[in-house]
């Protein structure tokens, strides 16, 4: 029987098949061929005992996509959550993630929830910043339950890992749109209680037919060291159009005098909280660089 592991927890999985959670341990051939089941493998299982929901996992089939950071497999796309307000947006948290995401090949969507605690201009501006940096940026509120049908569209057929800082409505969004899921999700938690209290791990909540979202923990400590300084640019989408008119080939935009990037900046064509970030993410790689 084929199903999805949505967590994995102290040598034990737990596949989703047929809106049922099994209880799963791996054959111990995967050790000795080096294949670790990953939360988002797509999996072939065997059913020991279906009053227990306890089984066997056979083969991991075979993955469109691995995660390095989170360690998941299969993931479509990456939906980011950050509240307009209460607490403001932490823009340097966001663009880690951004970068972390776009080194990775991962299409990202970019949530603002809570709208109703801000003018609709604050959103604007918010949507211009990202948009010009070329991802896609919807507006949400679950007090007025505002969005929900743009986030049921995006994330429609497709598994999405979903990150953001805590305080800004992830589980409040999870809980609304949890219900298109034609299932019994108490029955879920107590059969995964065991994990409830341990450290975080990735999880995937289905929310209906082929679609999954991917809780993922540890979003406030992301880095990004494995690439040098002078590929950072490369992630810049913004930057692309101003580059030619930088007078050195290879400018990394901060020390050189005559930069296209710079003056797009000082004309407002380019965002300064993304070009300050920039700035400080290479700095970081720098020092990272000296250090080893």
Request: glycine share 8%; with cysteine.
């Amino acid at each position: 029987m084929k199903g999805k592991i949505i967590k994995g927890i102290a040598g034990f999985y737990y596949v989703y098949s047929n809106q049922c959670i099994y209880e799963c341990k791996a054959k111990g051939s995967f050790r000795n061929q080096k294949i670790k089941p990953l939360v988002g493998d797509n999996a072939m299982i065997t059913v020991l005992d279906e009053e227990k929901a306890l089984g066997n996992i056979d083969e991991i089939l075979p993955r469109s996509s691995e995660l390095i950071r989170p360690a998941v497999a299969n993931v479509d796309q990456a939906l980011i959550v950050f509240a307009a307000a209460s607490p403001n947006p932490n823009f340097n948290l966001l663009d880690r993630f951004l970068l972390m995401m776009k080194k990775q090949n991962v299409p990202v969507t970019i949530c603002f929830n809570k709208l109703d605690l801000v003018e609709q201009d604050t959103f604007f501006k918010y949507k211009e910043i990202y948009k010009n940096s070329g991802y896609d940026v919807i507006g949400a509120s679950t007090y007025e339950e505002h969005g929900m049908d743009d986030l049921r569209r995006i994330l429609k057929g497709k598994t999405t890992t979903l990150a953001g800082p805590s305080g800004v409505g992830k589980s409040s969004i999870m809980n609304m749109l949890n219900p298109a899921a034609n299932m019994d999700t108490g029955d879920i938690s107590r059969k995964i209680e065991r994990g409830k209290h341990t450290t975080r791990h990735s999880e995937i909540i289905p929310i209906d037919e082929d679609t999954y979202l991917m809780d993922t923990p540890g979003f406030s400590s992301i880095y990004f060291y494995d690439m040098e300084p002078e590929d950072l640019k490369d992630l810049y989408k913004e930057f692309e159009q101003f580059e030619p008119e930088c007078r050195f080939g290879g400018c990394n935009h901060i020390g050189e005098r005559e930069c296209g990037v710079k003056r797009a900046v000082e004309n407002g064509q380019i965002a300064v909280s993304r070009y300050e970030n920039y700035k400080l993410f290479f700095e970081e790689l720098k020092d990272k660089k000296k250090r080893n």
